[in-house]
């Protein structure tokens, strides 16, 4: 296990400073999916299958999948055209190998999620799974995320909230603290990586709060489905309403 290198300070992580954030999903970009199978028991699988299945209320036209790290998202979408994006250039690495392997013709792009390389409307849909509670400014993510979406076009977050009930949250708060922290640890190349992650939830807007900053992005309707008890958030809003 190697200890984060003081360029990768905590606080700048937690401040989600972009250089921070990138170059700690860089280091822990290999064991990424193995982590996410074991620290979430395996349920994250069904969290993007639940995501991926929102895209039947999109319009018709290509996906965005923003934030698409090693591609489960952008790769589980079979009937539209996707396109994964990511600023971490060894996430990216990984999901355009695995889209070879599994044969599927997504297209991978490097970019930042605060200033998208994509014309104003080009996509039906943007998908983003764990990705919002990086961004250093979640207004100007979403208001990205508007403008690349056509008049109609879905957005569907996928998100670890703090969770609205107690015992989930107390649940939660001892899962993390003695699983997800120390084998994350010791599983992944840094060492803080996975004190990051329940960290950044409890730094990181509730889900009403996320429902009020799309709306304020253009918006207006957004729904919300809790999942597993309200670990994971699904989050579906229409542009326009
Ligand atoms: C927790 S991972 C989620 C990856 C993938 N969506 C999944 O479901 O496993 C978060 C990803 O968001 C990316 N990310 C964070 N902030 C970003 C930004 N501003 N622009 C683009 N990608 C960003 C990171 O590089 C990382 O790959």
């Known amino acids: ?5 003081p360029s990768l300070d905590y606080g700048d992580r937690l401040a989600r400073d972009p250089r921070a954030i990138r170059a700690m999903f860089s280091s822990v970009a290999r064991r990424y999916d193995l982590l996410n199978r074991l620290l979430s028991l395996g ?3 069904g969290w993007r299958r639940h995501l991926v299945a929102a895209l039947a209320k999109a319009p018709p036209g290509p996906v965005l999948d923003l934030a698409c790290g090693t591609g489960d998202v952008a790769l589980a979408v079979r009937d539209r055209r996707a396109v994964g994006a990511d600023f971490c250039l060894d996430m990216l690495v990984l999901a355009r190998r695995k889209g070879r392997r599994r044969r599927h013709g997504a297209a991978w792009v490097a970019a930042d999620a605060l200033a998208l390389p994509f014309r104003t409307g080009a996509f039906a849909a943007v998908t983003v799974a764990f990705g919002v509670r990086n961004f250093a400014d979640l207004d100007k993510g979403l208001s990205e995320i508007a403008r690349v979406l056509r008049p109609k076009g879905i957005l569907g977050a996928l998100e670890f909230h703090q969770p609205r009930r107690v015992i989930v949250a107390r649940l939660a708060a001892l899962w993390n603290r003695w699983v997800v922290t120390p084998v994350g640890g010791l599983i992944s190349d840094d060492g803080a990586a ?14 009403s709060g996320f429902a009020a900053a799309c709306r304020r992005a253009g918006f207006p309707l957004p729904e919300q489905r809790h999942l597993s008890g309200g670990i994971a958030v699904l989050t579906v809003a229409r542009k326009g309403g």
């Open 1 to 5: 296990m190697r200890p984060p290198s």
């Open 43 to 45: 349920q994250d699988v």
């Open 194 to 207: 996975y004190a990051y992650l329940p960290a950044s939830v409890g730094s990181f807007a509730d889900a």
